[in-house]
């Protein structure tokens, strides 16, 4: 082995287990902020987080912020009927309603009016954060402020209440930007197209200056940033937390990393050091042209139906560290390849591994089901010397990208799934036997017209979002109404509904569609799951109806 092979994989080891660490923290501090909502729920009961609007029906303003100022402090019930205890108040502020493009600079722009901020957490898909002051009365004049008057942030009026916690766990101990930690962790979420250091240097360098860039992909998509200073850093965790790359996908949520330094062997797609561009691998040839992606957008996914190209969101427009149009191009772009690359730290697969599979409630096609809201599924095959580990060969290494950013770690029949990269490269049906529920083990979907990705305008129509407790259901036929979806659900043992809600839809109209909504995210998976594609057949009908779920962008109904 050489010294550039040795020294690169001890590198791959040491981030690795950095990114392990990172990634174990900052799913519990995720973890944490979701209890933190669950416990506040009861609290914040008739507030919709999409619109922010306050609790009430129909009441005038005034009324509803005073409803919202008693909900603040506990106005919600156990379930035995008992008044619940007061929540105290906190230095840590929940905020809700805010606009999609909303980054942590807006919220530090709008409330540190109030008080010294020493810290904020984004959850950008909820459109909510947590933001912790340095005292509790600096918190406590911007839930008092909020009640009695509308507080903008972003040009959207926001809403606050305490949280239950006294303080956001921080994922890694270099939070402090006194600390001197210049490095910050980026994990990419809703990853809908690749991410190269290309494309981040691009994002990042204008607001401050970057050293060296590494991306990993393990659980999902991260990459570790160094800049030049703890300043630089600082800047960019707060200009750029929250913010799409592209327009409705790639959300970058930040954080400070626990390494202080990056180390970086080789300059390429995955990893590269801006002070030494002599480490340009030889079979680059030529080496780096960054003049080649600027300006362009990225080339639509023609052959693979993966829809228009996105472009990168400015930053907002009363952020403090707004850039000139000069500084920041209107699209970032790069080629996108037309076979497997190499921009993963792992040579780049097709094929991802399923484990954690209910032995006898999944089969191919629930995999199927579940799978294919993320890109087109080719072949699944259950692995006969793994019980409960099935392969999953999809369209490209970018649908495995955001199967795994979105179904990793997701509950499914009371077991946790662990979705990651398989070192396999296409599955091949050996070894087929039967399931437990009397099914095949392998399963070619490479025909079936329930793939969704497989025209730019079958593409275009498919939103990728994350797992919700609302599913939105289309494709129905009229006649069906929510008895009978009930009904279906009873009939296949999954979790019923607690809120339903149907589009209107035009008089000549032959199918029609809706919301559910579920008692909890768990429970929308399994019915996705099960009644994802189900033939729903109707009376003197010719053709039945095939039954669509995904998850739709809406909390609640």
């Known amino acids: ?318 952020s403090r560290y707004k850039l000139s149009s000069v500084d920041v191009p209107d699209m970032v772009s790069y080629p996108l390849p037309q076979s497997s690359s190499s921009y993963s730290g792992h040579a780049p697969s097709s094929v991802a591994m399923v484990s954690g599979l209910h032995p006898s409630k999944m089969n191919c096609t629930r995999i199927f089901n579940l799978f294919c809201l993320y890109g087109n599924i080719e072949k699944v095959k259950f692995m006969k010397s793994v019980p409960g580990t099935a392969l999953v060969e999809m369209g490209d290494e970018y649908a495995v990208d955001r199967a795994i950013t979105h179904l990793n770690s997701i509950k499914v029949f009371g077991k946790r799934l662990n979705v990651c990269v398989s070192k396999q490269h296409a599955v091949i049906p050996s070894q087929v036997f039967e399931l437990e529920d009397g099914s095949s083990s392998y399963k070619d979907f490479a025909m079936t017209r329930n793939n969704r990705f497989s025209s730019a305008g079958q593409a275009s129509k498919n939103i990728i979002q994350p797992p919700s407790a609302v599913l939105h259901y289309y494709n129905v036929p009229p006649c069906i109404s929510q008895d009978h979806l009930l009904r279906l659900c009873t009939e296949h043992d999954v979790p019923g509904f607690v809120k339903f809600k149907m589009f209107d839809a035009k008089p000549s109209s032959k199918t029609i569609s809706g919301l559910l909504e579920f008692d909890s995210k768990t429970e929308a998976v399994e019915v996705l799951t099960v009644l994802n594609h189900y033939q729903i057949r109707i009376p003197n009908g010719s053709n039945p109806y095939t039954l669509k779920l995904c998850f739709s962008t809406s909390s609640h109904l």
Not at 247 to 261: F, Q, W
Request: a negative charge; aromatic letters at 6%; proline letters at 5%.
């Open 1 to 318: 082995m050489s010294t550039v092979e040795g020294a690169g994989q001890r590198e791959e080891g040491e981030y690795g287990r950095a990114a392990k660490r990172l990634k174990t923290e900052e799913r519990e501090t995720e973890t944490e902020a979701e209890e933190k909502e669950e416990g506040e729920e009861e609290l914040e009961e008739g507030e919709d987080s999409d619109s922010g609007s306050l609790p009430g029906n129909g009441e005038s303003g005034a009324d509803n912020r005073a409803r919202w100022s008693d909900s603040q402090y506990g106005a919600g019930r156990r379930d035995n009927g008992e008044d619940s205890h007061r929540i105290s108040p906190s230095p840590v502020v929940h905020v809700r309603g805010l606009c999609e493009a909303v980054v942590e600079a807006d919220l530090i722009d709008a409330l540190e009016k109030f008080g010294s901020i020493c810290y904020v957490m984004m959850m950008p898909f909820k459109r909510q954060a947590l933001v912790e002051f340095s005292a509790v009365e600096s918190a406590d004049r911007c839930v008092s402020c909020g009640a009695k008057e509308p507080v903008y942030i972003a040009g959207q009026q926001a809403y606050f209440n305490y949280s239950t916690s006294k303080r956001i766990t921080r994922p890694t101990n270099a939070d402090n930007p006194n600390s001197g930690n210049k490095v910050l962790l980026l994990s990419i979420q809703n990853p809908l197209y690749p991410i190269t250091t290309d494309v981040l240097y691009t994002v990042c360098n204008p607001i401050g200056s970057v050293l060296r860039i590494v991306i990993f992909k393990r659980n999902g998509i991260q990459a570790m940033v160094e800049f030049e200073s703890v300043q630089c850093a600082q800047k960019a965790k707060a200009a750029l937390n929250g913010a799409d790359i592209y327009a409705g996908c790639c959300t970058l949520k930040i954080e400070y990393a626990r390494p202080t330094r990056l180390n970086v062997i080789k300059n390429d797609n995955e990893s590269w050091d801006y002070t030494k561009p002599y480490l340009v691998r030889r079979d680059r040839g030529k080496g780096r042209q960054r003049q080649a992606i600027l300006g362009e957008h990225p080339s639509s996914y023609t052959d693979n139906g993966y829809g228009a190209p996105c472009p990168l969101l400015p930053l907002p427009g009363n």
